[in-house]
Every structure is written in structure tokens, then in C-alpha cells.
């Protein structure tokens, strides 16, 4: 369980940790994967979610993704990523959450993770937090936290701080 005092400071900063859905950029799991490569590599990002009309999160594509759907063609070259969609290369969704207060649970994940989708109880994509974005507020904790609290190392019975 985080503390709460810990909590309180990664929450400190008014601006919301949620980069939100209209900003994400994303592709659909009919698009073709020529599309998918080109938004990958204008954005600059190696994984974005692919999402259905409905704005319902359905998987994640990556540039890894797509050269191992390549790799299963025969005669592998860039001209037949017009024949697939996203749907053919698509990653399931191994983390997200549905609750941007859930912060142990958004730490657990970014552990492993660049970033954690948002969804609703819908399912519908609402945004993702990044792994950089709450880096900037450990960041933000560990240069101020003397700001908020006196913190006193705990000590043994010997009266010596503990290692």
C-alpha cells in the first residue's frame, strides 16, 4: 500500500497524470498496416492502442508487431503491408485500469510498461498515463517532500537510525 503522505504529493500537481484520448494518437483494427506504420513512425512512439469505431479499446500495435506479421509472408517486402490490417498483427491488452487514482496499481504496471491505457466501464479508451508522466511527479516528491513533513529516520532500540 502506498502512504498516504506519499500519495498526497504525487497528487499535488493540479494538472491532471491522464494524457486524454483526443491527444492519443491511435489506429483502428481495419486499418491497413502501411497505415498503422506510418502513424507509428510520424509520432514516434514503438506502441499506441488500436481502437474500434466506438471508441472501445481492442488491443495494441507496434512496430515489432508489424515486422513479425511481415516475417510470416512469404517473400516478405513493405509493399504487401497494404494487404493486412491492424487486426492481423494486433497485441492483446496485457495492462490497463479504469481508475487514475488506482497509483499502486498504475506503479505495478509501469514497472513493465511505457504507459497504461484508461478505459471506462465501457471499456472506452479515456486516455493513458505514462510512465514519464509520473516519473516528473516522483520527481516532484523526492525534491520537496522536506517541503511538506519534517521526515525523522526511524531508529532501533539502540538508538541508532536503521540502514
Do not use: C
Not at 506479421?69 to 494487404?83: H, K
Not at 490490417?85 to 497485441?91: E, Y
Not at 491488452?93 to 514497472?111: A, C, F, R
Not at 519534517?150 to 532500540?157: G, S
Request: no cysteine.
Amino acid at each position: 500500500m502506498i502512504d498516504a503522505a506519499v500519495e498526497q504529493l504525487l497528487r499535488k500537481e493540479k494538472k491532471s497524470y491522464v494524457i486524454p484520448a483526443d491527444v492519443v494518437a491511435n489506429v483502428t483494427a481495419t486499418n491497413t498496416l502501411e497505415h498503422a506504420i506510418m502513424v507509428l513512425s510520424k509520432v514516434g512512439y514503438s506502441r499506441i492502442p488500436v481502437l474500434d469505431a466506438d471508441d472501445h479499446l481492442q488491443g495494441m500495435i507496434s512496430l515489432a508487431a508489424i515486422t513479425n506479421q511481415l516475417l510470416q509472408v512469404p517473400g516478405a517486402a513493405v509493399d504487401q503491408l497494404s494487404n493486412y490490417t491492424v487486426a492481423d498483427a494486433m497485441l492483446p491488452i496485457d495492462h490497463w485500469v479504469d481508475d487514475p487514482t488506482k497509483l499502486e496499481t498504475i506503479l505495478n504496471y509501469l514497472i513493465d510498461e511505457p504507459f497504461i491505457p484508461l478505459v471506462d466501464a465501457d471499456n472506452v479508451f479515456q486516455g493513458i498515463i505514462t510512465r514519464r508522466e509520473i516519473l516528473k511527479r516522483i520527481n516532484y516528491l523526492a525534491h520537496n517532500l522536506n517541503n511538506y513533513y519534517d521526515v525523522i529516520p526511524l531508529t532501533d532500540k539502540a538508538g541508532q537510525a536503521r540502514k
